[in-house]
Structure formats: C-alpha cells, structure tokens
C-alpha cells in the first residue's frame, strides 16, 4: 500500500469503511506492434514491477514470466515569448507484461467500423438538417424584411 | 496588355517543358566527352578494337530520392567496401568515423562525462547468448534467418570414436567426482564463480581429449585452444515496421543493428574450414521455412545502448588458425533462476536460442576476418559445432552459415541452418565417490565433434582482402 497513514476524522465519524488500495492499473492499446504474449498497462507512478506482478497473480490468477518497464516524460509547456518552461506534466509509468504458459492476449477493437460508419451517417443527417433550417431561416428573411441588415430584429 | 504576355509565358513554358522531358527521357545517361589530346592520342594508338569501349554510365543527380539511383549509390560504396585491403580498414568504413577521432574523444569523455560525445554513435541492441525474454525462440531466428532442425546430421553416425570413449571414460569419471567434491568441501572456491565446477570439468575434458587423441590426428596437434576469450559479432537486420508517432526508430543507416558479446569457455580453432553439410543449393538451405517476426526489438523487451561497432571472433588478424572448430559454453549463472521464472518449457527454448545465436554470431565475425562482410556475401559456406552445457545437462549443436547477407537486405535467399541435438544428462547424482547414471552417450558426441576433421584447403579463402597485406595464403 502506498499511503501508510490513518484516514482524517469525517463528518459523523462514520465505522465501517472500505480502504481500497491506491493503486491503479489501467490496460491500454500498445503504439508499437508487439507479439501477442505482452500486455501493455498504464500504472500509478510508485508502484513497482513486483506489486504489479502480485495484484496480476494474486486477484486475477494471470501468470506473469517477466515485465520490462518504461516511463515516458511528460510534455513541456513553453512560455511563446521567452521560451523558458513554465510547466512540465507529469510523467506516464508503462509496464509491458509478458505472460507466461503460452497464454495470449489482443485488445479488443472498441471503436468497430461498423458502429463508426452508423454514427457518422448520424452527425451528416443532423448537419443537413441544420443546412436547411438555416436555409429557409434565409428564405423568409428576403421575403419580409429585403434590404434590413441581419442584426435588426425584435 | 495583358493578353501578349499570357502567350509570351504560354510559349516559354511549353519550349521549357518540351526540353525538361527530353531531360527526363535521358535523365539517366551522362556521356563523357574526351579532350581532344586523349582524343588524338586513342585514335593514333588504335583507331579501332575487336572489342568496344565505351564509357561508364552514371545516372544523374537529377532526383536523389529514385529507387534506381539510391540502388545505384549503394552498389557504388557496397563496390568501395569490398575493395578495401584489410579487416580494419572494412571495420573502419562500416563504422562511418574515423578511428583517431574516436581514440581522441574516448578519454575525455571518460573524465568529462559529456553525453553529448555518444549523439555521434549508432543505437545498438544488445544480445546476449541468453536473453531474459519470454518467447524469444522466433525473433531469434528471424533476425538471423535461421531453420531449426531437431536432430543432429547423420554424417556423425559414420564415425566410430569407442576406443576413444573407453580409453577416456574411467579417467573422465574420477575428474567429474574430485572436481565435484573440491568445490563441495571448500565454499571459498564455489562462492567465487556460479558455473565454476562446470569450467573445471570442461578443462578436463578437454585437456584429456587432447591429450589421448592429439597425437594420431593432425588437425587436433595444430589447434589452438582459447580459455574465455572475447567472442563478439554485429549485423544489421532492416524491414522493421516504423511507428507512426513521433520518436526515435533507433535505428542505423543500415538497419537496426544489433550486437553480440560473450564470453565462451573454450573455443578450438584449426588452420582449415569444415566441409558443408549440406551444399547451397539444397532445398533445405533454399527453401526451409523460418519464422516471420517483424517486431521492433524495443516492442519484445530488448533494451538498447550507444556505442561502436565491435567484430572479435577470439582471436587477432592474420592468425593462423582462423576456422572454428568447436565452441564450448557454460550456461550456470544466466540459467540459475529461470525455471523458477519462467518454466522448464521456456528454458528449454532458450537453450535453443543460445545455440543459434552464439554459433551465428562467431560464424559471421569468422566471415569478417576473413575479407566478407554483411554485404558481400561469402564464396563458400562455413560450418561450426557448439556445446553448451549447465554441469548436468548437455547439448550439441551444428551450424551451417550459408550467408552472411541473409539478415541485411534480403536480397540474398540463403537460410542458414542449425541442427540441435536434445539435451542430454550427463550424470543423475554424485554420491558415496561415485558418479550414478553415468552416461556414455555425451562423452561420445564430444568425441566426435572434435575428431571431426577440417578438411576444406583447396579453396580461394579471402578473395577481397589482398595477400600483401595479410602474407598467408594457403
């Protein structure tokens, strides 16, 4: 666990509570190719190779032969004018899991192309429809009042 | 006003296109005119040849980006490479720096700390004979181009080594059990090294090889024995997927690179090359299937660092033993763990992968010294056997490079073969002063493997490296 001390007094003093671990393991979509034993995970800063490695084994029951670790800097925000840094982000944790006993493991496809086209089909409608409202808002506009600037209304 | 200029610039700009594609139609042909000194001096020697002579044709550099002419320049320098006198010189050229400025920065560097001096060296991927990467059996032969054969060839089952198995064995038994017990009684000795009873037992074995059969076979009384020497390779591999974010790719102008350093125990040289197991054209070395894994090698695990190339294959230029025999490894300390790790199946693969690697790498740094390169491709196939061994356990392998381009530029379609034997216990347990479950089986293929005789002398050794240089022709 990474925080040691006792939770503050709250309001009511309320008895039973869960203390749920801080940490964190997020499974993301690896950039690279990578062959299909490794997982990629996005974890909390101060956790290390052997507590991840624990919470797979431990809670999940996934067999872990080795992990290699990376970190990757957070951005830079440079001042536009004097060029000094004014603020950098914070650093990202990268743990690549190799599994062990032959198991494999793919990102599923979240966004399928299927559902993507439907959407899109979706956003042209509504834009069309826009169109036309702004259209016949135009129409009606030269009827009753040619020649008044667009700003004149009641 | 305006209408004569739009012609004017009408006409000039189809006058100019017209001539641009007359340039273009010729764009790859530059004909050297001759002064006419040369001129008038050719036409008095001989007006006319029973063969002509034209000039070289150069393409122009009209646009550096065409295929034809990045072929063309590449052929131009792989030409430069192969005419270049001796290793070092080669050595030099691969690495794109002059040596004296390299010698300059390194101390200061060293006492300094400037990172600044490593922006200047490549990216290297380090390999060792035994990587801590899970399923690494696959990337290893792909970046090598080597197929697996599980078993070892049958021209071994001709040779008949039971005299020498029998005048060996007994002495061979009270060596594996002194040995044992000196480092069970004294814990300073074990403590000092992890595989350090299987070294002593490989010195043994080796020093009573040589001894009982050094005598009757002449390849054996000229070999030279090394003891942990430095057995170093580099190569380039290209074809690897770029990542479409921003970021380094890590990789050289020639490839992504990658380098090999270890330490073997024992490596056994002699003055003439085995004889190919299988010849090149084989469908086998042709056509054999090697697995596809085209991951960059951050993405498997490997880890990456800046320095120079290096090529030692254990011994200096101009030796004269230059062929490897056998090479003998010991595995104990980069194996200690891994069971626990990552299981005995896994463990057994990377037995495998040592036995690829490290023959492939001291076969190539062999092809180095020998005036080839990862460009120019060796004449003749080179063969080597390697032994690796954990004490207990014992495997063999034989190697056949048939190129060393066959990692570079895949212009080449020669694969490159690695016959491993299985692993094999050499004892169960050492109790009482006594070896249980002696088996003869390893004693035999180590008998064999360096009873093998090098018998490849009729053959141009080093075509591009010139004999001035080096002074021994054979």
């Given at each position: 666990m990474?925080?040691?001390l006792?939770?503050?007094?709250q ?6 509570r ?41 809670i999940y ?47 599923p ?43 004149f209304?009641? | 006003m305006a209408a004569?200029?739009?012609t ?11 001539i ?18 040369e001129r ?6 001989s ?14 550099l ?6 034809a ?30 040596k ?18 490593w ?25 090598t181009r080597?197929?697996l054969?599980?078993?070892?060839p049958?021209?071994?089952n ?19 059990i002194?040995?044992?017990l ?24 080796v ?23 430095r057995?170093?390779?580099f190569?380039?591999v290209?074809?690897?997927p ?15 690179a ?5 330490k073997?125990?024992?490596l ?5 090359a ?7 054209d ?34 200096k ?13 010991e ?5 200690r ?9 896994e ?10 690697i ?21 004449t ?37 073969i690695?016959w491993?034997g299985e692993?094999?216990?050499?004892y169960d347990?050492i109790?009482?002063?006594q ?10 293929w ?14 141009e ?14």
């Amino acid at each position: 666990m990474s925080t040691k001390l006792y939770p503050l007094y709250q309001l009511g003093n309320p008895r039973t509570r869960v203390f749920l671990p801080d940490f964190w393991m997020k499974l993301v979509a690896s950039v690279r190719d990578q062959p299909k034993h490794i997982v990629t995970f996005h974890v909390h800063p101060r956790m290390s190779k052997l507590d991840a490695k624990n919470y797979l084994e431990k809670i999940y029951g996934v067999k872990v032969a080795n992990i290699h670790k990376r970190i990757i800097a957070g951005e830079y925000k440079k001042h536009p004018f004097y060029g000094h840094v004014t603020e950098r982000k914070d650093e990202t944790k990268v743990f690549f899991i190799h599994l062990a006993d032959e198991q494999t493991f793919e990102f599923p496809d979240i966004f399928p192309e299927d559902k993507k086209s439907s959407s899109e089909d979706q956003i042209k409608q509504y834009s069309e429809i826009q169109k036309q409202a702004r259209k016949d808002q135009n129409v009606q506009w030269k009827e009753y009042r040619p020649g008044v600037p667009s700003w004149f209304s009641l | 006003m305006a209408a004569p200029t739009q012609t004017m610039s009408k006409v000039f700009f189809t006058n100019i296109s017209k001539i641009l594609l007359r340039r273009d139609v010729f764009r790859h042909v530059r004909v050297q005119y001759l002064r006419t000194s040369e001129r008038s001096e050719i036409a008095q020697e001989s007006e006319y040849t029973d063969e002509p002579q034209y000039p070289s044709l150069e393409p122009v550099l009209l646009n550096t980006k065409d295929p034809a002419h990045v072929a063309y320049q590449q052929k131009l320098w792989i030409d430069q490479l192969r005419g270049k006198p001796t290793v070092q010189d080669k050595l030099d050229f691969i690495r794109w720096r002059p040596k004296d400025a390299w010698r300059e920065i390194r101390p200061k560097m060293k006492d300094q700390r400037a990172p600044e001096v490593w922006k200047h060296c490549p990216y290297l991927f380090r390999l060792h004979p035994i990587n801590r990467v899970v399923n690494f059996l696959p990337y290893q032969q792909y970046i090598t181009r080597t197929t697996l054969v599980n078993r070892l060839p049958e021209l071994y089952n001709s040779m008949d080594v039971e005299p020498q198995v029998e005048q060996i064995k007994t002495l061979f038994k009270e060596a594996l059990i002194t040995e044992e017990l000196r480092y069970r009684h004294d814990a300073r000795l074990a403590a000092q090294k992890p595989g350090a009873v299987t070294c002593s037992v490989l010195d043994q074995l080796v020093g009573l090889v040589m001894q009982a059969c050094g005598s009757k076979h002449d390849h054996l009384l000229t070999a030279k024995v090394d003891n942990e020497t430095r057995q170093e390779a580099f190569w380039f591999v290209g074809g690897f997927p770029k990542r479409e974010e921003k970021g380094g790719h890590l990789q050289t102008k020639y490839g992504m690179a990658f380098q090999y350093k270890a330490k073997p125990w024992y490596l056994i040289r002699t003055r003439d090359a085995l004889p190919q197991i299988v010849s090149r054209d084989d469908t086998l070395s042709t056509e054999a299937e090697v697995p596809e894994c085209k991951y960059h090698p951050v993405a498997v695990g490997m880890t990456f660092y800046r320095d120079e190339f290096s090529m030692v294959p254990g011994f200096k230029d101009g030796d004269t033993n230059a062929f490897g025999l056998v090479q003998f490894h010991e595995c104990c300390e980069q194996t200690r763990d891994l069971t626990e790790r990552f299981g005995a199946k896994e463990v057994e693969k990377l037995w495998l992968g040592h036995g690829i690697i490290s023959s492939f790498s001291w076969l190539l740094s062999q092809a180095f010294y020998q005036g080839f390169d990862h460009f120019n491709d060796i004449t003749y196939p080179l063969i080597t056997q390697s032994v690796i061994t954990n004490g207990q356990y014992w495997q063999f392998f034989t190697y056949q490079l048939n190129s060393t381009q066959a990692s570079t530029y895949g212009t080449s379609y020669y694969r490159n073969i690695c016959w491993a034997g299985e692993r094999m216990k050499l004892y169960d347990c050492i109790e009482d002063d006594q070896v249980k479950g002696f088996n003869d089986d390893v004693l035999r293929w180590c008998l064999k493997f360096m009873l093998r005789e090098p018998l490849l002398r009729n053959i141009e050794r080093n075509p591009y490296i010139s004999t001035s240089q080096t002074g021994e022709t054979h």
